[in-house]
């Protein structure tokens, strides 16, 4: 990944910073319990974490007794990843990887893109990303991804949240959305408690409609099953946050 493409220079320490507060035991915990529920497997079965972060997911994982990889291109990341599974002492498979140059095939029951994780580059590279993703996939097995409503973006246009932070400090979060290219920018400001420097933060990523997402699934041998609008499973609607949609490998080659 060429040093001049966003992630990373976005996810570093300062992500952490911003997001570790949000990203609760609590909320891990029901992150989890709904991807293992979606993905409805046989214990031990073999699992990839795509864009596994700090490991949070894939170590919920672990502990349900799947067999879990977790790819992500940040070093940093994966071994703090590392240290959260022998904490508590479960196995996870850690590995160094761009999610375009994945390289598995007929390997897993299962894979789940969460927490926005798709969607970082232009849409060729995307769509290469997916058939990737299905060719790491058995027949049969399924995909489970998680990322931001586009629809409820496109209704609430130059949003604006001011959100309180653990131990003081405030986090603005500015999002606009490219109706034309379907990208959406977001701008995030930490202003610590006691004054000093603030963190700025921006990223951009390419936001798909149902539609979009589920035609290019379709090109790419996936089969839409489920699509809910958060982890409490509710219906998906233009104005739930998320969009998650289950989908299921077709049988034979893709």
């Not at 996939?137 to 990322?147: N, S, V, Y």
Request: glycine letters at 10%; hydrophobic letters at 40%.
């Amino acid at each position: 990944m060429s040093t001049q493409e966003w992630p990373v220079t976005f996810f570093d320490g300062d992500y952490l910073r911003i997001y570790e507060p949000q990203l609760t035991p609590e909320l891990t915990r029901a992150e989890v319990d709904f991807i293992s529920g979606a993905l409805d497997l046989p214990h031990g079965a073999a699992v990839l974490d795509v864009g596994c972060g700090i490991g949070r997911h894939a170590v919920g994982m672990a502990q349900r007794g799947y067999r879990v990889t977790g790819v992500d291109f940040s070093a940093p990341y994966l071994e703090i990843a590392a240290q959260a599974a022998a904490k508590i002492g479960v196995q996870v498979t850690w590995r160094r990887c761009d999610m375009r140059e994945l390289d598995d095939v007929d390997a897993f029951d299962a894979v789940y893109s969460y927490f926005t994780s798709f969607g970082y580059y232009q849409d060729a590279e995307n769509e290469a990303v997916l058939e990737r993703i299905v060719h790491a996939l058995k027949p049969g097995g399924r995909f489970l991804i998680d990322m931001a409503n586009r629809e409820r973006t496109l209704t609430h246009p130059q949003q604006r949240g001011w959100n309180p932070q653990p131990g003081g400090g405030l986090l603005m979060e500015e999002v606009s959305l490219d109706i034309v290219t379907s990208r959406v920018t977001s701008r995030q400001i930490l202003i610590p408690p006691h004054g000093g420097s603030q963190v700025v933060k921006t990223f951009e990523i390419r936001l798909y409609t149902c539609a979009e997402l589920t035609a290019l699934m379709d090109r790419h041998g996936l089969r839409v099953i489920s699509v809910w609008g958060g982890a409490d499973r509710s219906a998906y609607t233009s104005e739930t946050r998320r969009m998650i949609i289950l989908a299921e490998r077709r049988g034979g080659s893709s």
